[in-house]
């Protein structure tokens, strides 16, 4: 499903060159719930971003449903962001001028698909997220909770191949962080590949698998207790 | 497309647009109005004379001594004008048409101002007038040699005159000008012996403008107008050394007063000239700062929504998805500000009428000035719908 071998990632500023990600890889199969965790400044967001085709990478290569999406062009890239991926934020990044319903609407418009598609899918994914009856409220009438699962029912609407989420419950308190756990796991439940970043081990315990970074790789340390091995591995770096 | 989410967020977020549309709307009406104005007064100037403006200048002799003879001082000088390399013509008039001075009375078809009168302006010419003016006759003939008199400026008295059609179909509305007989005033009949297609008089200003009457006369007065046509392209040379050249001839008077028919006409349009500058700066300033604003507007909102634009690109949006949102918004924005301003325009136009007797709007304006406003708002804003375009899809998770 996901296949990445060799990736590097820097990022230059005029000052100094950090090396996010460095001879990274990881194998994501189809239908896997995929914890991401990691120490702050470690290369999740980074992994995650060359994962949902956001930011181009250096070296190495990357496997997105069997093709090669390393050297796409900008134009192909957000047509498989668009069709193949979705994403969840930790701050949601609902559009805030626009009803639930257009929010949702945002990813099938770039589609293509007819009004009567569109519509269905909304309808459909609203139900899912338990927030049908709120179609025509906007972002600022609803709570984090809402929000975020109209986030989500947005990355779902386009039946993507892979949901990716960073931090999502990051911004929302324990009850609601657990709701929206329960919903992605859900969608999991019914076939969609999910890499989900989080700093919440027990959350990451919740996940079929856990891959660690530290300082850009892959940690071999089995991540079951992942505060205490990042800080081991800081300490031993 | 896109036009129906993108006009709901532009209505929750309204009072930018709002102000744009308004000044969109502001400047659709000055624009088409100050158009319309500039439009009149540049079709004003560029009228058809009937007179080959571009090569004809004037020259004065006056002689303060006072001892002279007229007679010997016109042949002499007409002379040597019209020998001089690159002349085509000259000949002896009162006044310079389109330089503002002249005379002009009422011509009657009966004696002693009985029946309808026509306004006239007059000029004294010889028989080389109509070539030096380059007029043609459309019918009839010209003046003779012969047919010139000389005469007191107080008892002016000739026989026959040239008019324009203009002056001739005023007062002969049935077209029998040619040879018929009209008065001046009180005065003696004059015989219409040919008629002049076309040409004007001495005030631009003047709605009869094209009603000339030329008077076959010398009048012998101390001070002497010649008007002189040069070859095509050869005034300013003739121009150049007219005034040395008469000197020469006799030292016993003033040359002076050179002045070219086109810097005379200039003048009396100056103020046609002047408004059309004045109102054409105010469209360029208007068009300006209408832009300027529709680029500030777009920047702001580009930037206010910097976070919105990553997440759209992360979403799936590709970079012309992003400048065609900016384009339909700014087209939704300049629609409004169009049809408020087409009746703006209009209302405007309606005050001018009424206000300073200005002609009707021609409507073709309107629509031309919606397209030249929406293709204005289209480029204006493309400069910071690209900018936005640029915006990397990682800011979506780059920022919270
Ligand atoms: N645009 C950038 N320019 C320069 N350096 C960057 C940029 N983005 C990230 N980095 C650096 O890359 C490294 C990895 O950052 P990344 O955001 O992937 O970490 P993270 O694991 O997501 O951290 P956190 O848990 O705090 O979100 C960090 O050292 C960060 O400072
Ligand atoms: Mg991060």
Redesign the interface.
């Known amino acids: 499903m996901l296949k990445m071998q060799h990736v590097s990632k820097i990022y230059r500023t005029d000052l100094v060159e950090t090396h996010a990600l460095r001879d990274f890889g990881v194998h994501v199969r189809e239908g896997e719930f995929i914890a991401v965790t990691g120490p702050s400044g470690s290369g999740k967001?980074t992994f995650?971003?060359i994962a949902?085709?956001?930011?181009t990478f250096d070296g190495g290569s990357y496997l997105l449903d069997g093709e090669d999406v390393g050297r796409l062009n900008?134009?192909r890239r957000?047509?498989v962001?668009?069709?193949k991926i979705g994403?969840i934020?930790?701050?949601f990044?609902l559009?805030?001028?626009?009803?639930v319903f257009?929010n949702v609407?945002?990813?099938l418009?770039?589609?293509g698909f007819d009004a009567a598609e569109r519509r269905r899918r909304i309808e459909s994914t609203l139900d899912l997220v338990g927030l049908g009856s709120r179609s025509k409220h906007?972002p600022a009438q609803l709570s984090g909770g809402q929000q975020q699962r109209v986030a989500i029912a947005?990355?779902l609407a386009?039946s993507p191949r892979i949901l990716l989420a960073?931090e999502p419950t990051g911004n929302l308190d324990s009850l609601m962080a657990r709701q929206i756990l329960e919903l992605i796991e859900d969608i999991n439940a019914r076939g969609t590949t999910i890499v989900m970043v989080t700093h919440d081990p027990e959350l990451a315990r919740r996940a079929a698998r856990s891959i660690h970074i530290i300082d850009g790789k892959v940690s071999d340390l089995e991540p079951f207790d992942p505060p205490a091995v990042a800080i081991e591995a800081r300490a031993s770096a | 497309m896109e036009i129906r989410p993108i006009l709901s967020a532009l209505l929750r977020n309204r009072t930018g647009a709002v102000l744009i549309a308004l000044q969109i709307a502001v400047t659709l009406a000055v624009v088409i109005n100050a158009a319309h104005i500039v439009k009149q007064r540049l079709d004003l100037i560029g009228r058809p004379t009937g007179m080959d403006v571009a090569n004809i200048f004037e020259v004065h002799s006056f002689d303060f001594a006072g001892e002279f003879n007229y007679r010997e001082r016109v042949r002499g000088d007409l002379e040597l004008l019209r020998n001089m390399p690159g002349v085509r013509a000259a000949t002896v008039m009162n006044q310079v048409p389109l330089s503002g001075g002249g005379s002009s009375s009422g011509y009657f078809r009966e004696p002693e101002r009985e029946g309808p009168e026509v306004a006239g302006n007059h000029f004294t010419v010889d028989e080389q007038a109509v070539d030096t003016l380059g007029v043609s006759l459309s019918a009839g003939r010209n003046f003779r040699l012969e047919e010139i008199d000389y005469m007191d400026l107080d008892n002016v008295d000739v026989d026959s005159v040239l008019v324009t059609a203009a002056f001739a179909e005023r007062l002969f509305p049935d077209g029998d000008a040619l040879g018929s007989t009209i008065y001046s005033g009180g005065g003696d009949p004059l015989t219409i012996i040919g008629i002049i297609e076309h040409m004007h008089g001495s005030w631009v200003d003047w709605e009869e403008l094209d009603q000339v009457v030329l008077l076959p006369v010398y009048v012998e007065q101390d001070f002497v107008r010649y008007v002189v046509r040069t070859e095509p392209g050869r005034r300013d040379e003739v121009l150049g050394i007219v005034e040395q050249k008469l000197s020469e001839l006799d030292r016993e008077r003033a040359v002076r007063g050179v002045r070219s028919m086109e810097e005379l006409a200039a003048e009396s349009y100056r103020g046609d000239r002047m408004m059309a500058v004045l109102l054409t700066a105010v469209i360029f300033l208007l068009i300006a700062i209408t832009a300027l604003g529709i680029v500030g507007l777009a920047s702001f909102s580009v930037k206010s929504r910097t976070k919105q634009i990553g997440t759209r690109r992360a979403i799936g949006a590709s970079r012309f998805d992003i400048v065609r949102y900016f384009l339909v918004e700014n087209w939704l924005i300049t629609t409004g500000g169009v049809i408020l301003g087409s009746v703006l325009a209009v209302a405007f136009n309606l005050w001018l009428v009424r206000t300073f007797e200005l002609p009707k709007l021609d409507f073709i304006y309107i629509p031309l000035g919606i397209l030249a406003l929406w293709i204005l708002g289209q480029l204006a804003v493309l400069g910071p719908a690209r900018r936005a375009a640029s915006i990397a899809p990682a800011i979506a998770t780059r920022t919270v």
């Open positions: 967001t995650l971003n949902g085709l956001l930011e900008d134009r957000s047509r962001r668009n069709e994403f934020f930790q701050g990044n559009i805030p001028d626009l009803n257009d609407d945002v990813p418009r770039y589609r906007i947005r990355a386009g960073d």
